[in-house]
């Protein structure tokens, strides 16, 4: 009888049983799991860019009034029509503005935003359950 040093001498107890056989692999991953993957960059940046968008939108309008309200009063104060002063109708106009920022808003998150967040999911949803029949 040969002595074999990767086996552990069955008399020892405080040896550590052998280790199990790796587990056979299924088939290779054609992608990297959705963790490692770019889609979720390319998602925060178009988010980002849609924020700042509309924010920038609705917010640069109202910078700009409230500075020509300071700084240029006499602008402000000049009138468009007869008893329509400039400061008057920039201010009716931050709605309409506010509204076109909503709506640039609206339309980046179905144009490109959803269709991202969409795909995502859907591709999260593949590696759960290759996940889970992996298992």
């Known amino acids: 009888m040969s002595y074999d040093p990767s086996q552990p001498y069955s008399t020892y107890p405080w040896q550590p049983p ?3 056989p790796e587990p056979a692999t299924r088939h290779p991953r054609h992608r990297s799991p959705l963790g490692h993957h770019s889609d979720l960059r390319i ?3 178009a988010y ?9 939108t609705a917010l640069g309008y109202f910078t700009l009034f409230l500075v020509l309200s300071a700084y240029a009063p006499s602008f402000m ?3 468009v029509t007869d008893g329509l002063p400039t400061g008057l109708l920039l201010a009716l106009l931050q709605l309409p503005v506010t ?3 909503i709506a640039v808003y609206e339309h980046t ?3 490109y935003v959803d269709p ?5 999911r859907k ?4 590696d759960a359950r290759r996940g889970a029949d992996a298992r």
């Not at 980002?48 to 920038?56: G, N, S």
């Not at 991202?116 to 995502?120: G, H, K, S, T, V």
């Open 18 to 20: 052998p280790a199990p």
């Open 77 to 79: 104060a000049s009138s």
């Open 123 to 126: 591709q999260s949803e593949v």
């Open 43 to 45: 998602l925060r940046s």
């Open 109 to 111: 998150a179905r144009r």
């Open 99 to 101: 509204w076109v920022a």
């Open 48 to 56: 980002r860019w849609q924020r700042r968008t509309a924010t920038l």
């Open 116 to 120: 991202l967040a969409d795909r995502i």
